[in-house]
Each structure stands twice: as C-alpha cells, then as structure tokens.
C-alpha cells in the first residue's frame, strides 16, 4: 500500500483548517504565557532576594495583568469589527517586541525601607508588562474569534481553553525540568523572544481565517444578536469559585517553598496542578462530574483538616507534598468543573473569563498583599479551604438552616473530643493522631456528603480551629520575607524564622553576658573560626544575615561589626532584650546595613577580615547569594587573606560542592567542616552546624584543616551556578547523592 495512494477531500482541509489554526496560535500562546513566568522570576531574584513572598508577589502581578489582558478583549470585541479587532491585536505585538529579549530594568535597586511588595510589582511591570499583556489577551480574544469563523464547535468554543492549558501545563513543566537544568536564564529569553514572534505569525493567519468566516463576511458592521443579559449574582459566583484554586494554589506554594525553597520547580508543582486541573474540567468529555469527585474531594480535606492541626502541622514538608498536592488537585478540580457548568452562552465568553480573572486575581491579592497585612501567621491555606465549603452549596443552589443546625450538632462534639486527643501528646506520635484526626473528619464528611449544607456547616466546625492561635508566644509578626515567632521551650528561648528554629537562648540575667547557642555554640565550627588565633586578631567583621545575634557575643573590644539584614523583622526581634540579650549586650553599638546583602555590597565599599553568610529562611536558598558573581562580590569586601565563613547547615540541599566548584574558579582554598554536636553538648543548647570556609590564603585554610576537625574541600570539576544559571534542583541531598 503506498500512502500516495490516501488523499482527503479539499473539503476536509478547509473545514479544519480553523481548528488547527486557533489551537496552535492559542497553544503557543498560552505556552509563552507561562513559561515566562518563572523564566521572568528567575531574571529579579538576584535583585529582589529569593523568598516564597517574591513568587506570590509576582504571581499577584501576573493575575492582575491577566484581568488587563481580558478586559482588553472584552472590550475590543465589544466595540470594534473583526478586522479592527486583528489589527489593534497585531499593532500592540509590535510594540511588544521593542522589549524583546527580556530583562530587568537597569539600574534598578531594592529599596528596604519602601512597600517591596509595589517594588516587586513595579519592576515586573517594566520588565515583562507590555509582551505579558499582549499574551494575556489570547485565550478569550482567540476563541471570540473562532465563534466566528465558521469552524467546528463555533458555537461553543470552550474547547479551546482546554489547548490554551494544555500548552500552559506543558511551558510550566519544559522550564524546572528542561529549560532551567541545561541553560542560562538569558539563552531561554532568546528562546522565548523567537516564540513570540511565531506567536505573531499564527496569529495573523488565524484572525485572517476567522475575517473570512460567515459570521464576518455576512455583514461585518452588523452587530451579534444578544443572548439573555447575566446577572450580577451570576458574575459574583464566577469570581467566588475562582478565587479558590488560585488562593489555594499560592497558599500551597507558600508552604513548600518556604522550606523546600524558591526555585521553578517548587513554584511550577502547584502551579502545574492547578493549570491541569483546568485542562480535565474544561474539556470535552462527562468523565469528571461534580457528584464523582465530591467524596474524592472530601476524603482529601479531611487529611488536609487533619494537617492543618496541632498535631499534622508538624509534618515533614516532603510528606505534606504528598497530601497538599492532591487536595490542591482535586479541590481545583472540583471548582473549576463547576465553572464549567456554569459557563455562559458564547456571547458572553469574554465576561465569563473576565470574571475568571478578577477572581483569580483576587486569590493572589489575598494571599500577597491582605493576608500579610492582617494576620501575623500564614493561615491562608486553612481560611481558603473554609471558603471552599461554599463550593458545596454553589452547586445545590440552596442553604438550609435545619442542615446546618444538625452539622454543627453531629460536628461540634467531635471536633472537641479531636482537641483532646491532640493535646499533650508527643512528637512520636504525631502520625497516629493525625491518622485519627482524618478518619473522625473523613467520617462526618462522607456520612453528609449528599448534604451540601450540612458538608458546608461540618468544614467551618472542622476549620476554624485550625486557623486559631495554637501557642502562647512571646512574639509573633509576619513581613514580606516570611513569619516570626519567639517563645519558651525546652529551657531556652527561640526564634522562629518561617518553620525552622534559626537561634535559641539560656535565659540570663540583666546585664550578664549571653553564651551562644544552637548552630553558633562555643563547640562549633562558627565560633572556632571567630575564637581561633586568626579570628581573635581580625579587626573588621561582617555579618550576613541577622537572625538573633547570637555571633555578636564573640566580639572583642577593638573590632568592629557590622550585619547585614533584609528583614526589619529580624532586626527589631533581635535587639529587643525582653526578647533576646545577644545584641543588647555584646554588641549594642553596632550597625545593621538594611537590605538585601549582595546589593548593599555592590554600592558601598567595607574592607572586612571575615564575612560570615548565613542568610537562609527556613531550609529555603536564596540562590543568588551564592552565585559565583555574588561570591566575586564579597571577595572585593575583603582585606588580603580575608576569609569567607559559609554556614550551610540544610536537611535539603547540599552546598559544599557549589562553593568548591566557585573557589575553583576564583583560585580560592577551600575548607569543610560537619560538626555533629554530641549529647551533652545539645543538653547545653548546641546544633549540627555545616560551615565552609574559603581563602585566597592557602595557609590560612590550612591552619584550620591541621586541627583534623576540617575537611580540605576540593572540586567535582563541573560548572559553578551563576546568576544567568543555577540549577538549585541539582544540590538536593537525594538527587546529589546519585
């Protein structure tokens, strides 16, 4: 058989040539949308820090320039014919290419004492504003466009949201996994840049397909018949159910991110579901009604009750990954199939996503300017499940107070005796009672998961616990940067950065010097390199990254300090001696440089004998102080045989050999020490502590190595990260391993 011989009709070609136009423009589109997300991020972490606020931030922006994007189609197709529609679309194309490829404003400089949240916004703006707008517009604009054509399902042309996010989905997986590993962040936009422009080119040929559609060419002036007119009530539904997933989908970020850190791939996990989610509920196939998912999507909050609570919140984030994740999946499922039920005639396709738009953006607005602003502890996660019980009563169309009365009756007894079993219970057995908690909640659930009402009142008798202050603290706030916490435990007063202990205290009396604890303890690698002969002799030291001072307590009389913090927060905790007596006491006098620390350095001249980095929230990098330009940057702060201390204590990622691959590079000597602190010594406040330490003075490691406690650190040969390429993914522990 030769395939010479197979032929299709010409009828075949023109009937699905607008098919294969759109989905392809619509696809490339939306693929460039999200790719440059992350791509775009990646680009402002060197000058804004590397912290999970920076991706809500940015997500927040990316939301609300959507709503622009939808708003400008809505009203291009409202007020313009087709062919003006194409040729306004085209022209702003244009224009967008003039900020190909993309880069960070020059000159720009973060600014501590300024709203950074607008600063981030702002820079996003300058950056990737115009070429984000333009893609923005795509999905609505495209399938208005297509309900004109002529083409199959031009009637109802939702299908094609289902391509934009499968295009979506794919961009978001290609960056983490191929993009990120194997180039740098300025060869990917190049590649993107060449994307948008073939954007440009399918675009064109499908609005010129869709100008010779019979819709169009009938009578282009005459104006479409108007279906039915939608409520307001309708349109705040729309907003109401979109705000879920999105604000679901941040607060899971959040969670992530702030231990496992602020790379693509944590940010485009949760992003990625929410995007697939999308894909199954708008798509042509009844697989996935509401009535099947409902006792999935039960089951699931019933775990994520149960780990939202005392007990459950102090699970390993790796194993929370597995439970967020799939409740993140099949909530946003839940959700967005109900939009898709209740998505309007095509006349009013660009209201419906419009509405989308506002409501997802809303979710962003919660959870990266209110959430932060209202409350001094992440409960986003907690308050957008509660929200999501009106998911329930969305689709029954009723409230019934018997029900709720009767949910509250059966739910309020049990949720007491769940509080009791939790409290005073051990750490070991935290997984049993979790285990508990999620049959007790799972069991009311699914016993009333016919009832919407009574599931709507059950979630709020479950939930609000779970958002509710669980421990006297002595401190709490929340900045950009993360959340703070102090109080009393074990004996010792700690701080809380995020949900890792980053420095506790002996209690000691006023006036009375303080002795270093946790990973700066006397019996550390830290306080060996201060205390040494070498150190007792420097004269200028530098600190970066704050935390509680604790270092402060090694100074002598004739030197001088100087820290370097991003976060008021951290400053204010640490030199406030209700709270903390390292700085008070050791070193009141001296200054904190506010800002991120690689900037401050790059416009001010020190001459330091010893820079110490240790500027990590939670487990969480902030890659760019690690890079081999940023190293480069504290080299040009240090007097001759200066040394660099590296605190890389992580239970996630591996260091050690990015800083040997960098000091191969820089011709520096490097030295590695793991300090395993012995039980006596942690009964006295002491930590496992990593630290390492480079020189351009071969002598001064060696001095450190002869005492046998150091290591000589030397290179695998392979490339050092670097601002324009770091793959973080790389130096996780059970990826370095193999």
């Known amino acids: 058989m030769s395939f010479s011989n197979i032929s299709l009709p010409a009828k075949s070609w023109r009937t699905y040539a607008p098919v294969i136009s759109f989905c392809a423009s619509i696809f490339v589109s939306a693929s460039l949308l999200f790719f440059v997300q992350p791509l775009f991020a990646k680009l402002v972490l060197p000058k804004i820090g590397g912290t999970p606020a920076v991706w809500t931030t940015a997500m927040l922006f990316f939301q609300l320039m959507l709503i622009l994007g939808y708003l400008y189609a809505h009203m291009l197709t409202r007020w313009f014919t087709l062919r003006w529609q194409l040729v306004t679309h085209l022209a702003l194309w244009l224009l967008a290419l003039g900020f190909l490829p993309l880069a960070t404003q020059e000159g720009w400089r973060f600014d501590s004492s300024q709203y950074i949240a607008l600063q981030t916004l702002l820079l996003f703006a300058a950056g990737v504003g115009v070429p984000f707008a333009v893609l923005s517009a795509n999905a609505p604009l495209l399938q208005a466009w297509y309900s004109r054509s002529g083409g199959p399902s031009a009637n109802d042309p939702y299908f094609l949201y289902a391509a934009s996010n499968v295009g979506s989905l794919l961009a978001l997986l290609s960056f983490p996994l191929l993009a990120d590993p194997f180039f740098g962040a300025q060869e990917i936009s190049l590649f993107w840049s060449v994307g948008f422009v073939v954007f440009g080119v399918l675009l064109a040929l499908s609005g010129l397909i869709a100008l010779r559609g019979p819709d169009e060419t009938a009578n282009p002036a005459e104006p479409r018949k108007a279906g039915k007119a939608l409520s307001a009530t309708t ?379 240790d500027a990590y929230s939670s487990d969480a990098i902030p890659l760019h102080l690690i890079t081999r330009e940023a190293i480069e940057t504290y080299l040009s702060q240090l007097n001759p045989g200066g040394t660099l201390v590296f605190h890389i204590s992580n239970q996630y990622y591996d260091l050690a050999p990015q800083l040997a691959r960098s000091a191969a590079t820089l011709d520096l000597h490097a030295a590695l020490q793991k300090y395993n602190a012995d039980e006596q010594a942690k009964s006295q406040g002491a930590s496992d502590t990593h630290v390492v330490i480079l020189s351009r003075d071969e002598s001064r490691i060696a001095t450190f190595v002869d005492t046998g406690r150091w290591t000589k650190l030397t290179t695998d040969g392979q490339i050092p990260w670097t601002d324009n390429k770091g793959n973080l993914l790389s130096a996780l522990r059970i990826l370095a391993a193999h």
């Open 235 to 613: 349109i705040a539904s729309w907003v109401f159910i979109a705000f879920i997933p999105s604000s679901l989908m941040l607060a899971t970020t959040t969670k992530l991110s702030t231990d496992l850190g602020a790379i693509p791939l944590i940010w485009v996990v949760p992003l990625a579901t929410y995007i697939l989610t999308f894909i199954l509920a708008f798509a042509k196939w009844r697989r996935h009604t509401l009535d099947g998912l409902r006792t999935s999507v039960l089951l699931v909050m019933a775990i994520g009750i149960a780990m939202l609570s005392k007990i459950g919140s102090s699970q390993q984030p790796l194993a929370a990954m597995l439970v967020y994740i799939p409740l993140l999946f099949l909530v946003a499922l839940f959700a967005h199939r109900l939009l898709y039920e209740f998505r309007p005639p095509a006349e009013h396709l660009t209201v419906f996503y419009l509405a989308l738009s506002v409501g997802g953006a809303c979710g962003g607005l919660f959870n990266s300017i209110i959430a932060p602003a209202m409350f001094n502890r992440e409960i986003e996660f907690g308050l957008t499940l509660l929200a999501a019980g009106g998911l329930f009563l969305l689709q029954a169309g009723t409230f019934s107070l018997r029900h709720a009365l009767i949910g509250v009756a059966v739910a309020a007894p049990i949720s007491v005796a769940i509080s009791v079993l939790n409290e005073g219970r051990a750490a070991d057995a935290n997984a049993i009672t979790t285990i508990v908690t999620a049959a007790l909640v799972a069991m009311v659930l699914l016993t009333f998961r016919n009832a919407p009402t009574r599931i709507a009142t059950v979630l709020v008798v479950f939930l609000v616990p779970t958002v509710l202050p669980k421990y006297e603290m002595l401190y709490r706030d929340r900045s950009f940067f993360g959340t703070h916490a102090v109080f009393d435990s074990g004996g010792f007063r700690v701080y809380q950065n995020g949900t890792t202990m980053h420095g506790w205290q002996t209690p000691t009396d006023p006036g009375e010097r303080p002795v270093a604890s946790s990973y700066y303890h006397p019996n550390g690698p830290m306080a060996e390199v201060l205390t040494s002969e070498y150190g007792l002799s420097t004269d200028s030291i530098g600190i970066v990254g704050l935390g509680t001072g604790a270092l402060a307590c090694y100074g002598q009389p004739h030197q001088t300090w100087e820290f370097f913090e991003i976060d008021e927060t951290v400053d204010r905790i640490a030199r406030n001696p209700n709270l903390f007596t390292y700085m008070s006491e050791c070193a009141p006098d001296s200054k904190t440089q506010m800002g991120d620390a690689r900037v401050v350095l790059e416009h001010q001249k020190f001459a330091f004998d010893i820079m110490v980095l």
